[in-house]
């Protein structure tokens, strides 16, 4: 093992004067510089950094020290402890891939080649470094360097809830070699400052995305300190694991999704919410499929005058079957299921009246169902990348519909929210859906993971929630808190979500006059414009996407047969790391490619990285490299073809003929 030892420089006499501390703020501002101005800002920190001949170097706050000891000597003891037993994350199955789709395949082919080289698989990665390490707590930072030795990561996260800390480990540590040397490592160092766990957790989630989370496995997980902040922050990342892999995107979804988009984005009722509206005044009550929304129907149905009634999914039958009819459905997923739910409720209920508010991405049977539709364009959507320009892009419409009704309807001018049934979780662990839906009344089942989270209730006590609910709550209170100048209360009796205020159904009553609610959507709808067959296919047309994807493929294809010509028995990995870094270079030469290729990219590095982490005889590992790499190599010209289909016939793919695009080609 490498000498681990720390040896921090002394504290100087005049901090702020030295050139120690001046050469640290120069290396902020060349490396990290929105820190930097931070930095710079700081006179008369809360804390109080002291060398002490006696008692060390520590950090001192009121009447508490961080250390409580010679914070070179705490550090150096709990490095040591650490690579003694270091403590690891590992993904338990190859649960992120699918079973159906290309991405199944490729799981399907490597388990095969597995099997016919008879290699006994580890439980755990064999190799002692990781892509990933997370740091939770900076302290003063004597350990980062060690861990980045030992780690041999590509991405060292660090996450500090006291902005103090990092400015007095400005008199610490040598911040510029930190940088350097972590540089010359191929290491990136991530500085997540943020004082809740909840902005933690976006942030992690955010740092890891943007660094290939394909490669999550293994990662090396390290607490530096004790503190609250950093111990539910720690807690939640292990809880919520399988959230950073999830999302990702397929690329057989995406060829739906584009097909989708270009039937609905034509129709002569469909509507386009390509900017934000000026704010309107009429309240607005968005209803989910919660349970706790059974409870409140009767104070929705004696307010409904007075608000603008928005269901999201499945919460449209709970409504209609207790006799309220919203004015907005929200719809967001293009899975066939939600447009044969739509049509159920037509002729069950009849839907006229009902604007529906769907991504441009859904079941174009879908729109046959509402007289008025109000489509919106989901960033990281190829359809979005296509037709957007000149429209705004909605984000954070996920993972669950009622994220896509708070982030539309802002979208749509409205500031005074009232949320019912929007309960990201449940008071009851086993009854996560109004009785009245689908779910309720036994024509569908329960999806969400079987792990129950206990959370804060929005009226006290104790909710349960779990992992894609806790990424939605996430989700939801950041819109919230981008948006200070929105009016969100919240009449759910579920988790409670920040940012919306806590208001029992019973004591609402609002004091506006009865809405002319047709008046009121017809005002809406007829500000915002359509889009024309015409200048569909002239977008379509100029997007120039069979070039693009022709000249990307190949150059997918010539890595990997670099790859496989490699001197020497062995490819290597090398690979893996520059078929993601071509994903940079396709999103700058065509987005819309970029999002056809980058989620399943993804899943193909994460099945193979899974497998070859496993696989400890080398002989079998170097065959199964090529044999994968073969694999992908098929698979890429197999995509490449079924894009093709795409790209030559505008007009089947605008009548919605995709039957041959979503074939799967043996090439």
């Known amino acids: 093992m490498a000498d681990t030892t720390l040896a921090p420089e002394a504290a100087p006499h005049d901090p702020r004067e030295s050139e120690f501390f001046k050469a640290n703020m120069a290396a902020f501002r060349e490396h990290v510089p929105h820190l930097y101005a931070r930095l710079a800002q700081v006179r008369d920190p809360h804390s109080r950094l002291f060398v002490d ?97 030992f780690t041999g990561c590509a991405h060292l996260i660090v996450a500090e809830p006291n902005f103090d800390n990092l400015y007095h480990s400005l008199f610490i540590i040598d911040w510029g070699g930190l940088f350097e040397r972590a540089g010359e490592a191929g290491c990136a160092v991530h500085l997540v400052l943020e004082k809740d766990q909840a902005s933690i957790a976006w942030h992690l989630r955010r740092v890891i995305r943007l660094g290939n989370p394909a490669l999550l496995d293994g990662v090396y997980v390290y607490q530096h300190y004790g503190s609250s902040v950093l111990t539910e922050a720690r807690l939640s990342f292990h809880r919520d694991f399988a959230i950073h892999v999830l999302g990702l995107g397929f690329f057989e979804d995406e060829l739906l999704m584009t097909a ?26 968005i209803c989910a499929s919660g349970p706790s929304i059974d409870r409140d129907l009767e104070v929705i149905a004696a307010q409904r005058d007075r608000a603008i009634v928005v269901s999201s999914g499945t919460a449209m039958r709970t409504l209609l079957a207790n006799g309220i009819r919203p004015d907005i459905h929200v719809e967001t997923e293009n899975h066939p299921t939600n447009a044969a739910n739509a049509a159920k409720m037509a ?7 009902i604007t529906l508010l769907g991504a441009s991405t859904v079941q174009p049977s879908m729109l046959e169902q509402f007289d008025h539709v109000i489509l ?37 001018g409205f500031r005074n ?31 969400y993971s079987e792990l129950r989270l206990p959370a804060a209730a929005n009226f006290g006590g104790e909710a349960v929630a779990e992992s894609i609910l806790g990424w939605s709550r996430l989700a939801f209170e950041n819109i919230l808190r981008l948006h200070p100048n929105v009016h969100c209360v919240n009449c759910s009796d579920g988790v409670r979500i920040g940012g919306a205020v806590p208001m029992l159904p019973r004591v609402l009553e609002l004091n506006n006059p009865p809405l002319d609610h047709p008046q009121v959507m017809a005002d809406m709808r007829d500000k915002l414009p359509s889009f024309s067959p015409d200048l569909l296919n002239r977008i379509w047309t ?25 001197d020497g028995d062995d490819p290597g990995v090398t690979w893996v790391y520059q078929l993601y870094d071509v994903l940079d270079e396709v999103n700058v030469r065509s987005p819309a490619t970029n999002i056809f290729l980058s989620g399943t990219t993804c899943l193909y590095i994460g099945s193979f990285w899974w497998f070859d982490g496993r696989i400890e005889d080398a002989q079998a590992r170097n065959r199964f490299r090529r044999t994968a790499i073969e694999e992908l190599r098929g698979l890429y010209a197999g995509m490449g073809q079924r894009l093709s289909v795409l790209f030559a016939d505008v007009d089947r793919s605008f009548a919605g003929e995709i039957s041959l695009i979503k074939s799967d080609y043996d090439v």
């Open 260 to 285: 989708n988009a270009v039937v609905n984005l034509k129709q002569p009722n469909a509507r386009v919410l390509a900017t934000t509206q000026q704010p309107r005044e009429e309240p607005v009550f």
């Open 542 to 566: 100029d997007a120039d996407l069979p070039a693009n994807s022709r000249a990307i493929f190949q150059r997918v294809d010539e890595l990997l047969a670099a790859a496989l010509a490699t």
């Open 376 to 412: 919106y364009c989901r960033d990281q959507q190829v359809p979005s990348a296509v037709f957007s320009d000149g429209v705004e892009l909605m984000g954070s419409c996920g993972p669950v519909v009622a994220n896509a009704a708070l982030v539309t309807l802002l979208h749509l």
């Open 53 to 149: 001949d006696d008692e060390g170097i520590d950090i001192a706050f009121g009447g508490r020290r961080l250390y409580g000891e010679d914070a070179v000597a705490f550090a150096q003891r709990q490095i040591d402890a650490y690579f003694a037993k270091p403590k690891r994350r590992f993904i338990n199955e190859l649960s992120f891939s699918t079973e159906d789709g290309i991405e199944g395949r490729y799981k399907r082919a490597l388990m095969d080649a597995v099997q016919r080289e008879g290699a006994d698989l580890a439980q755990q990665r064999v190799d002692q470094s990781s892509h990933f390490t997370i740091v939770f707590g900076l302290g003063l930072g004597l350990h980062l360097e060690p861990l980045i030795e």
């Open 347 to 353: 002729r069950e209920f009849g839907l006229s009246g």
């Open 417 to 447: 929210l009232y949320l019912f049934g929007v309960d990201m979780g449940s008071r009851d662990a086993a009854t996560y859906h109004s009785a009245d839906t689908f779910v309720g009344i036994g024509e569908a089942e329960e999806t």
